[in-house]
Each structure stands twice: as structure tokens, then as C-alpha cells.
């Protein structure tokens, strides 16, 4: 099914290539992009939740909380106002995703940090001072524009500054920095929540400048990657660079691929037009559906609105944001996992596993919450037994997601495009999964409140049918080098025929083509 290269002897040396402490410590730096991501992730739905925040700039919805007397368990939070807030930052990210393409290809990869880690610091210093609703708005505007830059860059980057071979460990510290960014924001929470002054939130907000500054810090001192400098016309440097994070001199091999990469990019004017060619429809549809189905496996449902649905199902204030902490941590450590097998057991067989993980967990708890509350919504306090085993699964949920569809629903996509594309089909991985990242944070409380304890259900039926497309329409793209996938796409049992021979100009002495 997902069609098999086999390696000529002399492409080994360059599939085996080692890495160099000086490319470990640029992909370390520049995966910082990801705690910006993370932070805010984890930031907003604490914040939310905070009486001082709520009466200060949303006085109504704070109001309708205190007198809400609802017996439904699921309806106990639904405010669309609120959502709208923690919504704005991803329409800016979706919108500035595009900008940002323009200035990766043109500029640089590096550029497009350094913009993405200032509009952020700005955005989190006007946050932490907000006085009124604009500032609050108009800060998560910026906040929104710095991921937009952030998640085109910076997946992208890693992607060409790895080695083949260790392409995915090397990807998938941006997912693990946004890990942690949630992580950090969830344990902030937990001390500002209890500040007495009621300026809390002004902490937890204006504490986005520290990630922010990290990720500036960064980019500054960077190098750029091999494939952006002779993208844009540096062949000298582009070589020199590619010696340097190879540690070796013995680079002809892989040269010679980014050079045939850059010629095609050079007679591509506008790769908006270009992406819509027939030759790129396999990478196109991934872009749209990988970072589409990393949304419906519901995780953000977990990562908003965990201390909301910790206290939908019965715990007290703090108990639900120390349940969300601890998924916090799971979803760390479980990142790891990945990065340890990401290059030895391939993507496939991660998100293969990993989605049959999430839908099993999603059943159990779907039906835990389900034979408590029934379709009422009414219940008695759980036990804290019943309670623990539902929080027992949920962990077990967002591990899966953790080693599967979080990580590489950005390697992904960031490996498989042709240079003369790549920050164009980034940008639509960026912008579709802000754009359902938006829906799910706008209809999350609205859909728990109608569809219930079903609400999981319909995620594990999304996983059922991404695990499935997964099986038959993704080909491995472990050890292949980067200029180099195009191969792996024409032999695809179904991809193979939007490809033809004149299409591909890398790699002739590398491979050799077989079928599977
Ligand atoms: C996703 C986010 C999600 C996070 C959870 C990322 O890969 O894009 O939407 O909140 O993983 O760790």
C-alpha cells in the first residue's frame, strides 16, 4: 500500500547521514517557535475561567454564570461571546499563514521567525495591559499573526535542516515545544487563578512574552537553511551551509538534488497557481486533509476547555484544572515516544496505532459520561472513583494523540512538498488547521450542550474514518531525503498517475523505482 524505495549503495551514505551537533542545536532553537503555539493554547481556557477576567471585560457572561442554575450538566457553559474571544487569534493566524508564505519563500525561513516571535511579544505585552475589550482583541490579533509566522516557519525549517534519516526526531521538537508551552501556561494558570488582587490573568497573559522573547532570541542567530539560500540565488553559501550541517564535505549527492529542486522553483512564477497543477494533487490534498483530521480527533476539545469539561463531569474548580495539568504532562512525555520512533517505525505505523488508541478511548469515556449523566444531563456528584477512571482515559486519549496526529500532523506536511511549493502548501496546512482549531473553539460548548455524552462518539467516528485514509492514501516518508519524496509519491498505487516521468528531475542516481 504505501510503496517501497529501495536505496542504490551510494545514496546510503547520504540517507545515513549523521547529525551534527551544530544542526541539533539550530533545530533545538528554532523549535522554540512551538512554545508560542503551545503557551496560548494552554493560556486561554484558565484565563476564561477567571471570575476577575469575566466580570472585568465580560461582565454579562460573568452575570449569566453566577445565575445560571441549569441543571443540565452540559449546557453550564455555553457563551458564544467568550468563545469569539478565544476564536479572533486563530483567524489572524489563518490570514497572516499567507503573508507568511511570501516572506519564507522570499526572505527566508529565518526572517518569518524573528517576524512571528516580535508581532507575539507585542501582542502578549498590550495583553497583559489590556484596560478594555480592544486591547484584549487587538493583542490576541498579534499573538494570532506571530503563530500564523511561527507554524509556517518553523516546521518547514527543521524539516530541511535534518538529516534525512532523523528528519522526523529533529520535526518533531516544535511539537514537543508546544507541549510544553501548554504545560507551563496550564501550571501558570494554576498559581494566577488564586492571586487574590484579581490580576491574575494579567500574569498569566503578559507571560507569553517570555516564549515570545525566546523564540526572537532565536531567529536572530539562526542560519538558514541550505534549500532557502539557494532558493534564493545563494549557491556559494547554500553549499557552504549544507557542508557545515553535515559535518562533512561529502555533499555532492544531496547538492545536486536541492540544486534540480531550486532550478524547478526558479521557473515556477506564482506557486499559488502552480499548487493547483495536477502534478502536485497528492500533496495538495494532504495539506488539506492531514491538518483538518488533526482537529476532528477532538484534542483541542481537551486542551481548551479540559478544566470546563473536568468540571462539566462533576469535579470541583480546583480539581479540573489539576486534572488538567496532569494531561498536561501526559502530553509531554507521550511526545517522546514519537520522537524516539518516528524515523525507525515510520509515520504509518504511529498514526495507525495512534488512531486506533484515541477511538478506543473516546468510546470508553463517551460511554462513562454518557451511563452517568444520560441524555438529561442530570447527575448526582461521580465518585471519585468513576471520576478517575474517566480522567484515566482521557489520558490515555491524549497520549495516542500525542505520539500520532499532534506531532505529525506537522511533519507531515512540512516534509512531503517540492521546494518550488513548500511554503505555499504550509501555509495551507497553517490556515486549515487555525480555520478548525476556530470551528471547534466556537462550537465546542454549543455541541457538548446538544450533542452530550455523543460529543466523543463523533470524534472517534472522525478517527475511524482518518485512520482509514491514512492506511490506504499515505506512503512512508521515513529516511527519505526531502528533495527526494517526489519518488515515493510516483510510485503510490494512487497518487502514482497525477505524476508523470518528465515531472521529476532529483534523485535519478539515487534510486532506483520499484512497486509495491
Ligand atoms: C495541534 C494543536 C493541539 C496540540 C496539542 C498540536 O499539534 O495543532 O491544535 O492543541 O497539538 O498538543
Redesign the pocket.
Known amino acids: 500500500m504505501a510503496g517501497g524505495v529501495i536505496l542504490s549503495t551510494s545514496s546510503k551514505k547520504l540517507h545515513e547521514g549523521k547529525m551534527t551537533s551544530f544542526v541539533l542545536l539550530a533545530c533545538i532553537m528554532a523549535s522554540s517557535g512551538g512554545l508560542i503555539f503551545?503557551y496560548d493554547?494552554g493560556i486561554s481556557g484558565g484565563v476564561t475561567s477567571m471570575d476577575s477576567f469575566l466580570e472585568k471585560f465580560f461582565p454579562s457572561v460573568y452575570a449569566q454564570q453566577q445565575a445560571d442554575s441549569s441543571a443540565s450538566q452540559y449546557c453550564k457553559f455555553d457563551s458564544e461571546l467568550l468563545t469569539l474571544f478565544t476564536s479572533s487569534l486563530y483567524v489572524a493566524a489563518l490570514l497572516s499563514s499567507f503573508a507568511a508564505s511570501r516572506v519564507t519563500r522570499v526572505s527566508g525561513r529565518k526572517l518569518s521567525m524573528l517576524i512571528g516571535g516580535m508581532t507575539f511579544l507585542a501582542g502578549s505585552a498590550i495583553n497583559g495591559a489590556a484596560v478594555n475589550v480592544f486591547m484584549l482583541i487587538l493583542g490576541r490579533v498579534l499573538l494570532g499573526i506571530g503563530i500564523g509566522f511561527a507554524n509556517q516557519s518553523v516546521p518547514v525549517y527543521l524539516s530541511e535542516m535534518a538529516p534525512a534519516k532523523m528528519r522526523g526526531t529533529l520535526n518533531i521538537g516544535f511539537?514537543l515545544m508546544?507541549?510544553v508551552g501548554?504545560f507551563a501556561a496550564n501550571l501558570i494558570n494554576y498559581g494566577t487563578a488564586s492571586i487574590k488582587g484579581g490580576w491574575g490573568w494579567r500574569v498569566s497573559l503578559g507571560l507569553a512574552a517570555v516564549p515570545a522573547i525566546i523564540m526572537s532570541v532565536g531567529a536572530l542567530v539562526l542560519p538558514d537553511t541550505p534549500n532557502s539560500l539557494l532558493e534564493r540565488g545563494f549557491a556559494e553559501e547554500a553549499k557552504k551551509m549544507l557542508q557545515k550541517i553535515r559535518g562533512t564535505d561529502d555533499i555532492q549527492e544531496e547538492y545536486d538534488d536541492l540544486i534540480a529542486a531550486s532550478e524547478e522553483a526558479k521557473t515556477v512564477k506564482s506557486p499559488w497557481s502552480n499548487i493547483l497543477q495536477n502534478k502536485y494533487r497528492p500533496q495538495l490534498i494532504m495539506a488539506i486533509l492531514i491538518p483538518f483530521f488533526?482537529?476532528l480527533t477532538g484534542?483541542?476539545v481537551i486542551?481548551f476547555y479540559a478544566p470546563v469539561l473536568f468540571k462539566t463531569i462533576g469535579f470541583g474548580g480546583e480539581a479540573s484544572l489539576a486534572s488538567a495539568v496532569i494531561t498536561g504532562i501526559v502530553?509531554v512525555f507521550a511526545t517522546f515516544v514519537s520522537i524516539a520512533t518516528v524515523d525507525r517505525l515510520g509515520r504509518r505505523a504511529l498514526f495507525l496505532q495512534g488512531g486506533a488508541q484515541m477511538l478506543i478511548s473516546q468510546v470508553v469515556v463517551g460511554t462513562l459520561i454518557g451511563l452517568k449523566f444520560g441524555t438529561s444531563g442530570e447527575a448526582t456528584e461521580l465518585s471519585k472513583g468513576y471520576a478517575s477512571i474517566i480522567v484515566l482515559f482521557i489520558c490515555v486519549y491524549v497520549a495516542a494523540?500525542?505520539w500520532s496526529w499532534?506531532?505529525l500532523?506537522?511533519l507531515v506536511p512540512s516534509e512531503i512538498f517540492p521546494l518550488e511549493i513548500r511554503s505555499a502548501g504550509q501555509s495551507i496546512t497553517v490556515s486549515v488547521?487555525m480555520f478548525f482549531?476556530f470551528i471547534i473553539a466556537q462550537v465546542f460548548l454549543l455541541a457538548l450542550c446538544h450533542m452530550k455524552f455523543g460529543l466523543f462518539y463523533f470524534f472517534g467516528g472522525w478517527v475511524v474514518i482518518m485512520t482509514a485514509f491514512i492506511y490506504f492514501f499515505l506512503p512512508e516518508t521515513k529516511n527519505v531525503p526531502i528533495e527526494e519524496i517526489i519518488l515515493v509519491w510516483k510510485q503510490h498505487w494512487f497518487w502514482g498517475k497525477f505524476i508523470a516521468d518528465e515531472d521529476i528531475h532529483v534523485g535519478e542516481h539515487a534510486f532506483k523505482n520499484t512497486s509495491a
Request: charged residues 0%; glycine residues 16%.
Open positions: 503551545g493554547i511539537q508546544i507541549t501548554i488533526q482537529q484534542i483541542n486542551m502530553n494523540f500525542a499532534g506531532p500532523g506537522w488547521n482549531t
